[in-house]
């Protein structure tokens, strides 16, 4: 009996100490993965080596690089995306950013300007949807058509813009500059040098009739108009250079 017990005894012991050899490995094997993982972390295993930025035509790429360096030049794991879209969208041409890694050592940025319509007031550029930014005249894009207007008009000013270049579009030419003053009075100077007064009222009228008679009687002479007065409810004046 005594012989019996003590072999059983001797097997609950084997089996024991294999579990317990098999708990300690296990807790083994995660503890190096978590050291593992803190070292990559804390270290510069993965530094970042390549930046790709598309879709940048007006931000000054020097600028960029200047802004994007300190935020880059560090681990994979450490590199905070929302950061580096932050700092961009403080560029005033950048309208939209997105940023993402790209594993082991890339970072990968994509960046929507914005899309400017005209000149506004000398003091900035106007979008299409009618938001007014600031950035450097340098980075203008050329042959933009000039709005001087009062403040909260640019709305307003582009839905005529849009209407009156569609019904000049025979006369091939351009809205060079877009006036609407403070009394309400439009005023617009073609690109090809000839200035319309359309008064305050019945502006896509006066238009109309402009696009109708300017082949008699403008033509091939444009160049020799000073202005056309359009404020006649039956007709029209020219003013001629000479």
């Not at 894009?141 to 005529?160: A, E, S």
Request: aromatic share 12%; proline share 4%; hydrophobic share 40%.
């Amino acid at each position: 009996m005594m012989i019996r017990r003590v072999a059983k005894n001797y097997k609950d012991i084997k089996f024991s100490w294999k579990w317990a050899a098999k708990i300690f490995s296990f807790a083994a094997f995660i503890y190096c993965v978590s050291f593992c993982i803190h070292q990559i972390r804390a270290g510069s295993y993965f530094q970042i080596k390549e930046v790709k930025i598309a879709g940048v035509n007006y931000t000054d790429h020097n600028e960029i690089q200047n802004v994007l360096k300190p935020l880059v030049n560090q681990d994979f794991f450490k590199v905070e995306v929302d950061q580096i879209k932050q700092r961009l969208l403080q560029f005033p041409w950048v309208s939209e950013v997105a940023v993402r890694r790209v594993w082991p050592e890339s970072i990968n940025i994509r960046v929507i300007e914005k899309t400017s319509i005209a000149k506004w007031n000398d003091a900035g550029l106007l979008t299409t949807t009618g938001e007014i930014f600031n950035p450097k005249k340098n980075t203008y894009p050329t042959n933009l058509p000039q709005f001087k207007g009062p403040p909260g008009t640019q709305m307003q000013m582009l839905n005529y813009f849009d209407i009156i270049d569609s019904l000049i579009s025979p006369l091939e030419c351009k809205i060079a500059e877009l006036e609407l003053t403070d009394a309400h009075a439009w005023h617009i100077t073609l690109s090809n040098g000839i200035k319309l007064n359309l008064g305050y009222k019945d502006i896509l009228t006066r238009m109309g009739h402009f696009v109708k008679v300017y082949p008699k009687i403008v033509g091939s002479r444009a160049s020799r108009v000073e202005y056309v007065d359009l404020r006649y409810s039956n007709g029209l004046a020219v003013h001629w250079k000479t």
